[in-house]
């Protein structure tokens, strides 16, 4: 409920601005063998396999299933010092991290930082897909591992 105040009275509100998102753009689970986790995602399930995509800067193979507005991301290690290889060997297979879609990564990214957020980004990278992406630290989000992504121009206007 607001107050009432008398007509003629100014008052300054204090705005927090806060980054747009647009929705989940997808949920990362890391697995050890993608081709056995497609079998239960895929074959089991039925989610459509859109396709596979080797990252070589983050040291993953990827495969996105559509399902609904948002899809599942499997994450393969193709090193075992990266960090999903890493993830898995401390805590097993799951989910590794919650990334949401977002308009502007580096927009998102000084929310984060104005925030106190511990970034593991500090500016975007490049993901899969050719999305703009940025970690922001598990320790520091209730030990969510987050991903702001940015679409890639091409895609963006799907």
Do not use: W
């Not at 993830?87 to 927009?107: L, M, N, S, T, Y």
């Amino acid at each position: 409920m607001t107050e009432e105040l008398p007509r003629g009275t100014a008052r300054t509100i204090r705005t927090i601005q806060t980054m747009r998102t647009a929705r989940i753009a997808h949920i990362g689970i890391a697995v050890r063998n993608l081709d056995e986790a497609l079998s239960l995602y895929h074959d089991t399930l039925g989610l459509p396999l859109q396709g596979r995509e080797t990252v070589e800067s983050d040291r993953v193979t990827v495969a996105f299933l559509p399902v609904g507005d948002t899809q599942v991301e499997l994450l393969e290690a193709t090193d075992p010092e990266s960090p999903v290889a890493r993830f898995i060997e401390k805590r097993g297979e799951g989910v590794h991290h919650v990334a949401f879609q977002v308009d502007d990564v580096e927009e998102a990214l000084r929310a984060f930082r104005e925030r106190g957020f511990r970034l593991i980004d500090e500016t975007p990278r490049t993901g899969a897909g050719g999305a703009r992406v940025a970690f922001v630290h598990p320790r520091s989000t209730n030990g969510v591992l987050i991903e702001l992504c940015e679409k890639a121009a091409e895609s963006a206007a799907e």
